[in-house]
């Protein structure tokens, strides 16, 4: 049974770094994709960054600012997030798509699996 569980977040000034991690548990497979999404109220849920085998990916918005990583067990996936801005608060998801096959499209549709979410707020 894949379960994924996020901490870490929390409330920021804007300028500041905060950290997320997503314990990742119940995977047979290594080609799978692991990916960070967020949410702000009354909006859709866009991705932010993503991880397998072949590479990393990020959306153009948080690129050169937010990491995402992998530690070796592939237990746990962080989220690096430097020079937080007001536009980068909302909730935060980790997702999984077991295929693995469209982890560059950075699509929510193609996650069959969530986490419950952590709250991220930038404050200006």
């Known amino acids: 049974q894949v379960q994924l569980m996020e901490s870490g977040g929390g409330s920021v000034e804007t300028g500041g770094s905060l950290s997320l991690s997503c314990a990742v548990s119940?995977?047979?497979?290594?080609?799978?994709?692991l990916a960070w999404f967020r949410q702000a109220p009354g909006e859709e849920r866009e991705g932010v960054a993503g991880?397998?085998?072949?590479?990393?990916y990020y959306a153009p918005s948080v690129k050169g600012r937010f990491t995402i990583s992998q530690d070796n067990a592939k237990k746990t996936l962080n989220l690096q997030m430097n020079n937080l801005k007001p536009e980068d608060s909302g909730m935060y998801y980790c997702?999984?798509?077991?295929?693995?096959?469209?982890?560059?499209?950075?699509?929510?549709?193609?996650?069959?699996?969530w986490g419950q979410g952590t709250q991220v707020t930038v404050s200006s």
């Open positions: 991880i397998e085998a072949d590479g990393t």
């Open positions: 997702g999984a798509d077991p295929s693995g096959r469209y982890c560059y499209t950075l699509r929510s549709v193609l996650m069959t699996h």
């Open positions: 119940g995977f047979t497979r290594n080609d799978y994709c």
